[in-house]
């Protein structure tokens, strides 16, 4: 059975056992991950952009060539291959979580139980809870859903396309490591430099997917479309501002504005001013269900693009052989 198509099993099986499960309960790589990238940083940490680089190549290059193995030794057996690219998707596509999260907030808001999803908001996003009011916190859950859709369910289905085993654990890896070391605090300002930059560069391809994918799936596709080309870029993330923007276009309200982090108080432009109204507690499952929409149409998109490339690859080095044959046959 080609490679393609064991891809395909393997990672349609591990977003169903994302959507039926959620996260693994217990030993979840991503956190065996992030546990050894803390020791490693604990050996390489100053103040340093060169440091900080080792640690993003060490930490990820090492979940690349893990993968890589991994994928090498199950190469006989389809299936075998097809459990491990199901296992690798399982653990690192997130969007079960991510809905759970954004809808428990949901339900405590519509119930009018303020403290109750302050107490939640946490665990979707970094945002300070006591800094917001109903409303900001269902907008800050909106963005978490939109933002989040790219990161942990999109952008590592586009490297899985891409790289198989080694792109789903690569592209986590590079994201895990950004939220560990990635932020503008002053241990990490030079330290999370290149940890940074390296997740902006994995996570282009699939936000613009996920922009694409939210404008199809969509209440209003031309509202997002208009929203992405007018405002992505006013965005300080460059990845999170098409993703933002093209999902208030498509559910119609306002994102971006004040925030809060810990105290530290950001004024980010709004995203689709013009065209949208304020964020509300049921604009939360909107999202959500627009969320679960990207995903499914995301494993479709990237599987076809991959057994397309494959087959397109294959035809043209069957070509060159063909090539190499005839002028054989010519000088013999």
Same mark, same amino acid.
């Given at each position: ?31 065996? %991950? ?59 596509? &997130? &969007? ?22 302050? *107490? ?22 909106? *963005? ?7 990161? #942990?369910?999109?952008? #590592? ?65 031309? &509202? ?22 093209? %999902? ?36 939360? *499952? ?47």
């Amino acid at each position: 059975m080609r490679a393609d198509r064991l891809y395909a099993y393997g990672a349609a099986t591990g977003l169903l056992v994302d959507l039926l499960l959620g996260d693994p309960r217990r030993g979840h790589p991503v956190a065996a %991950f992030g546990r050894a990238a803390g020791a490693v940083e604990r050996l390489l940490w100053r103040d340093d952009r060169g440091r900080g680089a080792l640690h993003a190549v060490v930490c990820a290059g090492g979940a690349v060539a893990l993968g890589a193995v991994a994928e090498h030794a199950v190469r006989r057996s389809p299936v075998a291959a097809v459990a491990l690219v199901s296992a690798a998707t399982w653990a690192v596509v &997130g &969007g079960s979580s991510l809905v759970r999260e954004a809808r428990a907030i949901g339900r405590a808001l519509e119930a009018g139980d303020v403290e109750a999803a302050r *107490e939640r908001l946490p665990h979707l996003c970094g945002r300070d809870p006591h800094a917001l009011d109903a409303d900001g916190m269902a907008r800050a859950v909106v *963005e978490s859903v939109a933002e989040n859709t790219s990161d #942990a369910v999109v952008g #590592a289905l586009v490297w899985g396309a891409v790289g198989g085993v080694p792109g789903l654990v690569g592209f986590r890896a590079v994201n895990t490591l950004d939220a560990m070391v990635g932020h503008r605090s002053p241990r990490y300002l030079r330290y999370g430099w290149a940890a940074a930059r390296l997740d902006d560069v994995a996570g282009w391809p699939g936000a613009r997917l996920t922009a694409v994918l939210a404008a199809v799936a969509g209440d209003d596709p031309r &509202g997002a479309v208009r929203a992405w080309r007018a405002d992505a870029r006013k965005h300080p993330s460059p990845n999170a501002g098409p993703v933002e923007a093209s %999902f208030a276009g498509a559910l119609g309200v306002r994102l971006g504005g004040t925030l809060s982090y810990a105290g530290r108080v950001e004024h980010r432009p709004v995203l689709n001013g013009a065209a949208g109204r304020p964020v509300v507690a049921p604009d939360i *499952e909107r999202a959500a269900r627009l969320s679960r929409r990207v995903g499914l149409l995301a494993l479709g998109v990237t599987v076809a693009a991959r057994v397309v490339a494959t087959r397109l690859v294959a035809r043209n080095q069957g070509g060159r052989r063909n090539q190499r044959n005839q002028l054989k046959g010519r000088t013999t």
